[in-house]
């Protein structure tokens, strides 16, 4: 167990950066928190980037350094449950998905005819109908509907895109089915992020309600809203799940770390 005077976990999209524009900032609060003995992880639904890829778009977004091993990711998640259940794998998704199931001996099927143990789904930019459709015929046939995350939309500097979600709908609509779902705020995204404690209080940093700011309160982790990204003011009303703190962006997030009452991680 590492001592340090807690641990801050930051979203990626919305939080730190925006596509490939960063937040202005955001290298600059972090570093503010590591001098201040906090740790950092970095947790994100976005299945198109490896912990390794993750950290070189920190770094080449925002021009803070961060290391792989900080990262963790809803393809990590997707891998964890995966492995030691299936042997077999239909995969609707990123290269980094399909890599990495491969490299934990998952065997990459492409027919449905050959009863896939679980489908998994990703964000696929160049999703085909047809991939659809075999998706949901595996599924129908007994195949399990793994998605990464489900996530509707992420934030770009143009506005929200489509994300996994909206892929992993059109597959249950197909299927008849829903999908076991590997990203935050569930208990596989959890368990790799708890590995990562530190000592101390933990503050979940995100840009979505039902993601980061539920991550927090399934813990007992308290929160930090910002809002450049998903969330704006007028989207909190009524919501389920409430931040401890909203803030207008990452700059506002050290002195508040530093100056608020923490709970006790549990």
């Known amino acids: 167990m590492r001592h340090t005077a807690g641990t801050a976990i930051f979203d990626l999209d919305g939080v730190l ?40 778009h920190i770094f080449a977004s925002t021009g803070y350094r961060a290391s792989p091993s900080q990262a963790v990711t809803s393809t990590m998640a997707a891998v964890s449950y995966a492995r030691g259940r299936h042997a077999s794998a239909f995969v609707v998704g990123p290269p980094s998905l399909t890599d990495s199931l491969a ?42 509907f793994i998605a990464t995350n489900i996530d509707p939309t992420y934030p770009t500097p143009s506005g929200l895109s489509p994300g996994a979600g909206a892929l992993v709908a059109a597959i249950a ?18 368990s790799l992020l708890t590995a990562k404690l530190g000592d101390g209080p933990v503050w979940v940093i995100g840009d979505r309600l039902d993601t980061d700011i539920a991550l ?28 401890d703190v909203v803030v207008a962006s990452i700059v506002d997030v050290p002195q508040v770390i530093n100056t608020t009452p923490a709970r006790p991680a549990r």
């Open 103 to 144: 490299r934990a001996g998952i065997t990459l099927v492409t027919d449905p005819d050959e009863h896939p143990d679980a489908v998994i789904v990703g964000l696929d930019r160049s999703i085909t109908y047809d991939a659809i459709d075999r998706a949901g015929r595996a599924i129908r046939a007994g195949s399990e």
């Open 17 to 56: 950066y925006l596509g490939s524009h960063g937040i202005p900032g955001a290298a600059a609060s972090l570093r503010t928190l590591e001098e201040g003995g906090w740790s950092i992880v970095f947790a994100t639904n976005n299945s198109t980037k490896t912990p390794e890829v993750a950290a070189q």
């Open 216 to 243: 927090a309160s399934a813990n007992g982790w308290q929160s930090i809203l910002v809002l450049t990204g998903v969330t704006k003011d007028a989207d909190l009303i009524g919501q389920e799940y409430a931040p």
């Open 173 to 190: 609509a197909a299927s008849g089915c829903t999908p076991i779902s590997c990203g935050k705020p569930g208990e596989v995204f959890s």
